[in-house]
C-alpha cells in the first residue's frame, strides 16, 4: 500500500521514500509513500522527478501508486521532487471548480456531472439544459467575490455514515476525504486543493457548449484567468485597430460589417448565378454541332458549386446539347431532355469502369474517381457514344 501523502499536505513538494518493487523492465516504480498525485477525478496527474530521474506519469492502481519514470531507478532509497509550478495551476482550478459548481447549485440548482482539468482550459458539465448569459454573469461575479473573502478551505477525514452536507453524496464506503469551503461547499474529493479560496485568483467563465442534452461550461482560474484575459484584450484591441474605433465600439461594428458581408455574399452568388446562365447560353450559341447535330461543352472547374451546375443547366436549356464540368476528381454530367442521352445511366457506367461512384436523374449527374486525371479520362469517355 502506498502513503498518499498528498491526502494531508497539498503543498509538499520534496520528500524522501523507499521503493517497495519495480516492474521488469525497471520504467514503473512502487514507493512506500508519494507526494505525487495520479491522474483520477478529472485532475491530470503530477510530474516532477524521483531520484533524479523524469516522472511521465502517475497511476492510481487502488491501493497503490505506479510511477512511469524515463528511465530505471536503481537505489532503494530515493528523493521525490514535485513539479510545483504544475501543481500549485491545478490546485487553483481544482479548488476553483468546486467553488464554482457550489455557487451555481447554490443560485440555480445546477448539478455538476463530471469536470475535466486540461492544461489551458477546464470544463464542468452542469445538469440542465440551458444556461443563460445574465446566470453566467451572476455566478462568475458571485464566484470571485467569494474567492476574494479569502474562506478556509479545508481537508478532513469522515466517516461515510457520519458525512453530511456532502454537495453530491459520494458511492464510496468507509473513511471519506471532504474538502470543505467554509460556509459554502463540502465535496467528497481526493485531489489537491489550496488552502484558501483567495490562492484561487480570478475565475473567469469563457463559453458554454450544449453537450448530450446537458450544458458545459469552460472556465480558468489563477494565473490562467489573467494571461486568457490579456490574450482576448489584444484580439480584441486589433480588432479595434483595424476598424479605427475605440475598444468598446469594436462588437457593433464587427457585427455591422459582418451584415454587410453577408448581404454582399448574396449579391455575389446571385450575379454568379445570373454570369452563369448568360454564358451557358454563349457557350452552346459558339459550340459547332457534331454529325448528329448534338453540341458539346467540357469544363474545368475549381469546385462543382452552384454556378457550375447553373452553367451546366443554361447550356443544357438549348436543344440537343450535353455538359460535362471536372473539378479535382469529381465529375458532372448534364444533358438537355432531347439528346438521347439518360446523364444518370451515362455516368453510372463509366464510373462502374472507373471505380467511382456517384449518380443523378436523366438530365443530370455527379461522381467521384480516385484521382483528378481519372477524373479527365472519363470527362473524355462520357463524350462518346
Known sequence: MTKRLYYTDSYLREFSAEVLESSPDGLTVYLDQTAFYPASGGQPNDLGKLGGVDVIDVIDEGSRIGHRVAAPIGARAVAGAIDWTRRFDFMRQHTGQHLLSAVLEEMFRFSTISVHFGSEVNTVDLETGSITDDQIREAELRANAIAAENRPVSVTFEQHSMAAGLRKASEREGELRIVGIEGLDRSACGGTHVRSTGEIGAILIRKQDKIRGNVRLEFVCGARAVRRARRDFDALSQIARIFSAPLDDAPALVSSQAGHLRESAKLNRKMGIELAQRRGKELYSACTPDATGRRFHVEQAGALDDEIRTLAQSFTAQP????????????????????????????????????????????????SVPTPEAAAALAESLLRE
Not at 327 to 338: M, P, Q, T
Not at 340 to 355: C, D
Open 320 to 367: 440537343n446539347a450535353a455538359f460535362v464540368a471536372t473539378a479535382g476528381n469529381s465529375v458532372l454530367l448534364a444533358v438537355s431532355a432531347d439528346s438521347g442521352i439518360h446523364a444518370g445511366n451515362r455516368l453510372k457506367a463509366a464510373l462502374l469502369v472507373a471505380q467511382g461512384r456517384g449518380g443523378g436523374n436523366a438530365q443530370l449527374a455527379q461522381g
